[in-house]
């Protein structure tokens, strides 16, 4: 309950509400900031923070909850797992998550291997349980140059797309959520997970456009 709660407006002892500052984040316009609840409005700060990288993993993985998933955390100190696992149980799809927090852009290609490994590991449950599609999604502050290799490496190994999102471009979602609960489709949600790379900001625009 702690994403509700943080959505309920403070009140003083005279019973008249206190009003949150909401901090400025680059990249997201004070309409779709107001939107965001103070309990991840850290989350990019916390993606640019090597040291907060288990903070930064639970952040992800509320956002994902709020969001209307279905979401197992795991993270540090439990093994070559993904930071969590969102399922989607209406329409059987499920997206493995690994939240990446880095001062400087993430690059995809030196963690190939461990990739490679646990998406194998909780796939083939997955399918069993009756999930018939499983993504692989990288969250982080921002990427350098793609490696194509890496990424097919992976989905040759796996059958699974990779694709990476920014930290700023998960809260632009969520504050799409939280405007238009009964319109945000997860199924449509799919379209954005389907292809290997970056989720570009037109693909995601695309997306909120359809919500209307």
Same mark, same amino acid.
């Given at each position: 309950?702690? @994403?509700?709660?943080?959505? +309920?407006? =403070?009140?003083?002892?005279?019973?008249?509400?206190? &009003? /949150?500052?909401?901090?400025?984040?680059?990249? !997201?316009?004070?309409? *779709?900031? #107001?939107? +965001?609840?103070?309990?991840?409005? $850290?989350?990019?700060?916390?993606?640019?923070?090597?040291?907060?990288?288990?903070?930064?993993?639970?952040?992800?993985?509320?956002?994902?909850?709020?969001?209307?998933? $279905?979401?197992?955390?795991?993270?540090?100190?439990?093994?070559?797992?993904?930071?969590?696992?969102?399922?989607?149980?209406?329409?059987?799809?499920?997206? !493995?998550? @690994?939240?990446?927090?880095?001062?400087?852009?993430? #690059?995809?290609?030196?963690?190939?291997?461990?990739?490679?490994?646990?998406?194998?590991?909780?796939?083939?449950?997955?399918?069993?349980?009756?999930?018939?599609?499983?993504?692989?999604? +990288?969250?982080?502050?921002?990427?350098?140059? =793609?490696?194509?290799?890496? *990424?097919?490496?992976?989905?040759?190994?796996?059958?699974?797309?990779?694709?990476?999102?920014?930290?700023?471009?998960? *809260?632009?979602?969520?504050?799409? /959520? +939280?405007? &238009?609960?009964?319109?945000? $489709? *997860?199924?449509?949600?799919?379209?954005?997970?389907?292809?290997?790379?970056?989720?570009?900001? #037109?693909?995601?625009?695309?997306?909120?456009?359809?919500? /209307?």
């Amino acid at each position: 309950w702690k @994403d509700v709660v943080a959505l +309920i407006p =403070v009140r003083s002892e005279n019973g008249h509400s206190i &009003t /949150k500052s909401i901090p400025k984040i680059d990249g !997201l316009p004070f309409e *779709l900031l #107001k939107f +965001i609840p103070p309990v991840v409005q $850290d989350l990019v700060d916390l993606s640019i923070n090597d040291e907060k990288s288990r903070e930064f993993e639970q952040s992800v993985n509320l956002v994902f909850k709020m969001l209307g998933f $279905d979401v197992s955390e795991y993270g540090q100190g439990t093994g070559r797992k993904p930071d969590g696992v969102a399922k989607e149980n209406q329409h059987r799809y499920a997206i !493995l998550i @690994d939240a990446k927090s880095r001062k400087e852009n993430y #690059k995809i290609g030196t963690e190939d291997r461990k990739f490679i490994e646990y998406i194998k590991t909780f796939s083939e449950p997955l399918l069993k349980g009756g999930f018939t599609n499983i993504y692989f999604l +990288i969250v982080s502050s921002g990427f350098d140059s =793609v490696s194509a290799t890496a *990424l097919k490496n992976i989905k040759l190994e796996t059958q699974v797309a990779t694709t990476l999102l920014t930290s700023t471009q998960l *809260l632009k979602l969520l504050s799409n /959520k +939280i405007q &238009t609960p009964r319109l945000f $489709d *997860l199924k449509t949600f799919q379209e954005l997970l389907i292809e290997d790379g970056e989720i570009t900001e #037109k693909k995601i625009d695309k997306f909120i456009a359809g919500q /209307k």
